[in-house]
């Protein structure tokens, strides 16, 4: 009698251990096969359909070092963190510039493709050509990461790369009881294109640089932030040369004052 209940209990459990294995198999092969089927993002299409854009968009006829018919480049800037060097008279910055173009070239129908954006390495489509005027570093003069750029189907480009500035200031060294107010700007413009070549303006009007992500400063506090345009004529040239201007001020932390 023991010796059969010892078989029945042991069979109960065997078939226990049977349901729980096939009910775990089912579970892996349920993943498996959602796996198995990549979900379609509602804007970027199948991976078949992104291939053939790509191939009727950068074909022979799209040269990137060639710039587009009716350029106008809109800026804004993302002050993510700043430093000042006092012995070189220069300010460090780390921020994210945000670039916004047009090109005719790249231009598609997104309800036909279901392609709304596509994700493109920056050295394959034209970038206006940014540079920091008064920039401190002759050997960087614009430091930025190589970010993808987002082309979108009426041909709008986003391109919006983290960056590394270091720039001349005028530092006043004047000791004062709550230290001295120190003031230095970021000044940008195409290096080669006049503003008849390629118009350029703020986003959307805006004023001063977007300081929502900005990290805290342990030495100074930022007094002012404000941006302007200039349309600027030189000597050289009968051509309008547009630029961009990030101005700051900062006063040091009353612990770090003489």
């Not at 042991?10 to 349920?30: A, H, K, M, P, R």
């Not at 790509?54 to 587009?68: A, G, T, V």
């Not at 640089?209 to 000597?235: G, R, V």
């Amino acid at each position: 009698m023991k010796y059969f209940v010892a078989l029945l209990a042991f069979g109960l459990f065997f078939q226990l251990y049977n349901c729980d294995t096939s009910l775990e198999e089912n579970e892996i092969g349920d993943a498996l096969a959602i796996t198995a089927k990549p979900a379609v993002r509602h804007n970027m299409g199948t991976q078949d359909a992104r291939a053939a854009l790509r191939k009727k968009l950068f074909n022979d006829d799209y040269d990137p070092k060639n710039i587009p018919d009716g350029v106008d480049l809109a800026i804004g800037m993302y002050l993510i963190k700043f430093d000042v060097n006092e012995e070189r008279e220069t300010m460090e910055t780390i921020g994210w510039l945000n670039y916004m173009w047009n090109d005719n070239r790249l231009t598609w129908d997104a309800e036909e493709t279901g392609i709304h954006v596509l994700r493109v390495s920056p050295h394959e489509v034209w970038k206006p050509d940014l540079s920091l005027y008064n920039n401190a570093d002759p050997e960087n003069m614009m430091n930025c990461g190589e970010t993808n750029v987002l082309i979108y189907a009426n041909g709008k480009m986003l391109w919006v790369p983290p960056c590394r500035f270091s720039s001349h200031c005028h530092l006043n060294f004047t000791q004062t009881p709550e230290g001295p107010e120190q003031s230095c700007y970021l000044k940008f413009g195409s290096w080669t294109y006049d503003g008849n070549s390629m118009g350029l303006s703020l986003q959307k009007n805006e004023t001063k640089a977007n300081t929502n992500d900005m990290y805290e400063n342990n030495k100074y506090i930022l007094t002012k932030n404000t941006a302007t345009w200039e349309n600027k004529y030189y000597s050289c040239c009968k051509e309008p040369y547009p630029n961009i201007r990030y101005d700051f001020s900062f006063r040091k932390k009353a612990e770090f004052c003489y």
